[in-house]
């Protein structure tokens, strides 16, 4: 099967099997062991890092490794949940919906089909170039700026505190801070302490060992062995506080209003739509329509802000149970025994089963078996909201992808085809949504697990998923007592690996303005958080607006024999210029947006060399002209020769000598003012330039530095 069949290029994965036998069918399956077992559990972690149960980060384990695996073009690049996509997942649909509820998870299964299209759509059309937009530098300020914000938001589940999110991510960390100053469990930091303890030790020890794996399974039995969660359920009538009690039902009653205000906002805004699109409608009842929205979603964000306080409120409560064990009662530092704390989400609180715990907080049932598998519940007008976040999720997705898989390419010397392995990624979000998958992308750490396994071809991918697919059917059970402080350990072991200091010192040196978009990208991704769209479009911004700037005013130089014998230029080397002939250096394409640049800069040649006679314009570097150019060279040429002063080209590209002839400026300027290299122009112009000069040494012929 030929690479370039139609079956070759339908179905790449064919290629796999030329040659395949038993040595590469173990290497495959050793390393697809390998990676499942650091998959598993840092799948659970991505999931809840994304806002979902954690077995969700399990349904995002199974088909997308496959199927990106079948139609990609990398033969060792690992699928599935990654940190930077399942932040950006969370934070794209947090505004929306309530995390880790029902529209919350539709949503996330949403965004994954939104985010597969797109791929597709790119790779399908061989528009792979346009992640282009996502400069290096701005990547690279992105990331470290993403894996404080990943590192940081785990704070909470680490020292075993609850928080509600803030506006910005950084008054959420400021709000952990303060609330485990009082209400650290300290089982759970141990509990989290441990686990980096294992996953460092075993990979200073071997670094070929599961440690995140061993973690979890020490850590899982220590926890039911211990029975680090500590939970029972009462009635609300079993709390002998009524400033406790009276709180709880003004809680529910204020989620309920909360409820049936989105419900009826909802029909409002629908019917409102429609009232626009009918050209009968009364234009009065239109606007009590639009105004009746404004005050519900007043009313709403109003009671939301009572809702978030009385949380707050019920959640710092400490209870205690009462000398005859019938009832709880707050609690008094006099008193001894266990104290026991609501726990409070964003639902309403059952009145006849109140969630009481003294304990930490645990994974909990994990449903046993495949997930369903369904088209995504398809809302179109909810489609829109998100696809502007699918698609800088589908570039940075990408991006990360195939940066790992162009490295691995590099050592294993495969071909990679970018929108080809779009394709791929593409089609494995769609088809993960279909299986109740989030988004995923290509990971930088299972990928180099995948190749130092020894992985030859993708089917290293397919025995990964298998295995996930046993681990869903057979031994969920077996991970209900897993603490979720070791989940949030395991996200910051992960997300260490992505804070490079010097990746951003790197391309300060490099060029300053590159560090300032990486620096700028950073910081505005660290203000804007949990808003992280925001920090990677005004760092495409900068780097656009930069270029541009840079596109308008490009470099050129005043142009001296160097002592190399070159020309060079003259004020960066201190070399003295000629008085009579200016050699000018254009190092960019002309176009509309640099043409007045040009004029000027030779029109202020004028004005500083009272006896110039000749200017040669060093056209190497201009590799292409439009209709501006074209024009604005025929003006200087014309300005210049109307004050007897003589203009020389050397060294044009084909491509701008083609447009300068079929406009008949090549005849303007005359054959003999065009040369092929600098010397022929400067040995042609050099004597009729200097007659009656005093110039005793000509900075073009001699070197002479500036005194």
Not at 682 to 700: D, F, M, Y
Request: glycine residues 8%; hydrophobic residues 50%.
């Amino acid at each position: 099967m030929t690479k370039g069949s139609l079956m070759g290029r339908l179905f790449p994965f064919l290629s796999w099997f030329e040659d395949y036998g038993a040595v590469k069918l173990r290497a495959d399956l050793m390393a697809g062991i390998t990676v499942a077992l650091v998959l598993i559990p840092q799948s659970m972690a991505y999931a809840q890092l994304a806002g979902l149960p954690p077995y969700y980060g399990l349904y995002a384990s199974f088909l997308p490794p496959i199927v990106a695996a079948l139609f990609g073009s990398s033969r060792q690049l690992a699928t599935g949940p990654v940190a930077v996509v399942s932040l950006m997942s969370a934070a794209s649909l947090e505004p929306l919906a309530t995390k880790g509820g029902e529209a919350f998870i539709a949503y996330s299964v949403l965004l994954a089909l939104s985010v597969g299209v797109f791929q597709l759509f790119l790779g399908v059309f061989r528009l792979g170039l346009v992640v282009n937009f996502l400069s290096h530098p701005v990547v690279i300020g992105f990331t470290n700026a993403a894996a404080l914000i990943i590192a940081t938001s785990q704070l909470a589940n680490l020292l075993g505190v609850s928080v509600d999110n803030a506006e910005h991510h950084y008054e959420t960390v400021i709000n952990v801070v303060k609330a485990a100053v009082e209400y650290t469990h300290w089982p759970t930091l141990a509990f989290a302490l441990a686990s980096f303890f294992v996953m460092f030790a075993l990979r200073k020890i071997n670094p070929r060992l599961p440690n995140v794996l061993i973690a979890v399974v020490l850590t899982t039995f220590v926890s039911w062995l211990i029975g680090f969660e500590k939970v029972q359920k009462a009635p609300l009538t079993a709390i002998h506080s009524e400033e406790i009690t009276t709180k709880i039902t003004d809680y529910n009653k204020i989620l309920g209003e909360v409820e049936t205000a989105t419900k009826e906002l909802t029909l409002l805004s629908k019917g409102l739509a429609e009232a626009k699109k009918d050209k009968h409608a009364e234009p009065l009842a239109v606007l009590e329509a639009a105004q009746k929205i404004d005050r519900l979603n007043i009313f709403k964000d109003e009671q939301k802000k009572r809702a978030k306080l009385l949380r707050g409120q019920l959640r710092s409560v400490k209870l205690q149970s009462e000398d005859d064990g019938k009832g709880f009662v707050i609690s008094d530092t006099k008193r001894q025994g266990e104290v026991w704390h609501l726990t409070v989400g964003n639902k309403p609180l059952p009145a006849d089963k109140l969630i009481l715990s003294s304990g930490g907080a645990v994974i909990g049932t994990i449903p046993k078996g495949l997930p369903t598998f369904a088209f995504p519940k398809f809302d179109l007008s909810m489609f829109f909201i998100i696809l502007p976040n699918a698609i800088i999720i589908s570039i940075l997705g990408f991006m990360e992808a195939i940066s790992i898989a162009k490295a691995m390419a590099a050592r294993t010397g495969q071909r990679l085809d970018p929108n080809r392995e779009l394709i791929g990624q593409g089609l494995a979000n769609i088809a993960g949504s279909m299986g109740q998958s989030y988004a995923t992308s290509g990971s930088f750490s299972r990928s180099a697990v995948n190749l130092q396994a020894g992985a030859v071809t993708g089917m290293s991918s397919v025995f990964t998923s298998c295995i996930v697919v046993v681990a869903l059917i057979l031994f969920t059970p077996l991970l209900y007592h897993l603490p979720q402080a070791v989940l949030a350990s395991i996200i910051m072991m992960a997300v260490m690996g992505l804070i490079s200091v010097k990746g951003i010192v790197h391309v300060w040196h490099a060029q300053k303005y590159d560090g300032a978009a990486a620096i700028i990208t950073f910081l505005f991704t660290l203000a804007f958080a949990p808003h992280l769209d925001k920090g990677i479009m005004i760092g495409v911004a900068f780097s656009i607006g930069h270029y541009l700037y840079r596109s308008m005013k490009p470099s050129l130089t005043i142009l001296s024999r160097h002592q190399d014998g070159t020309l060079r230029n003259s004020d960066m080397f201190g070399l003295n210029q000629c008085g009579h002939i200016s050699a000018v250096s254009f190092d960019s394409s002309l176009f509309f947006a640099n043409t007045s640049y040009l004029e000027d800069q030779i029109l202020l040649q004028l004005s500083e060399k009272p006896k110039l006679r000749h200017v040669i314009i060093c056209c190497d570097g201009i590799n292409e002209i439009d209709a501006s150019g074209e024009e604005i060279l025929g003006m200087i040429v014309t300005r210049l020769r109307d004050r007897d002063i003589e203009i020389t080209f050397v060294a044009i590209k084909d491509q701008v000598m083609d447009v300068i002839k079929r406009t008949g400026l090549y005849n303007k300027i005359g054959e003999d003012r065009v040369f092929r290299t600098e010397a022929q122009a400067i040995q042609a112009v050099h004597a009729t330039a200097h007659e009656n000069s005093t110039e005793k040494e000509c900075p073009l012929l001699k070197v002479c530095y500036l005194k």
